[in-house]
Nanobody, 124 residues
Framework: QVQLAESGGGLVQAGGSLRLSCAASGRTFSGYAMGWFRQAPGKEREFVAAIRLSGSLTYSADSVKGRFTLSRDNAKNTVYLQMNSLKPEDTAVYFC?????????????????WGQGTQVTVSS
């Protein structure tokens, strides 16, 4: 059983930055990957980034490469999503995810636990 606590969302102007945090608690010793998805109204759920919990491999969607950076603090069981050069199209609810046996990090249904979501709004 894993619980995910997200924070860091908010309202920011285009070109600004935000950092999202996701702290995992519970039985977190057997996880495979953690990451972030986002969903805007009327749009499909979209993969953003993920990181392996063993090793240092990271994965990012093409739409955020060069702007978003995913990092991990193993001691705190926390992942961070640093979002720079934000655009209005980044506006969405961002969900932290945790997977026990993930086959493809970009598939939302491969993850076992989801956070409640945090709203990111980027104004023009």
């Amino acid at each position: 059983q894993v619980q995910l606590a997200e924070s860091g969302g908010g309202l920011v102007q285009a070109g600004g930055s935000l950092r999202l945090s996701c702290a995992a608690s519970g039985r977190t010793f057997s996880g495979y990957a953690m990451g972030w998805f986002r969903q805007a109204p009327g749009k499909e759920r979209e993969f953003v980034a993920a990181i392996r919990l063993s090793g240092s491999l990271t994965y990012s969607a093409d739409s955020v490469k060069g702007r978003f950076t995913l990092s991990r603090d193993n001691a705190k069981n926390t992942v961070y999503l640093q979002m720079n050069s934000l655009k209005p199209e980044d506006t969405a609810v961002y969900f932290c995810v945790y997977g026990l046996t993930v086959n493809d990090v970009s598939r939302w249904y491969d993850y076992d636990y989801w956070g409640q979501g945090t709203q990111v709004t980027v104004s023009s």
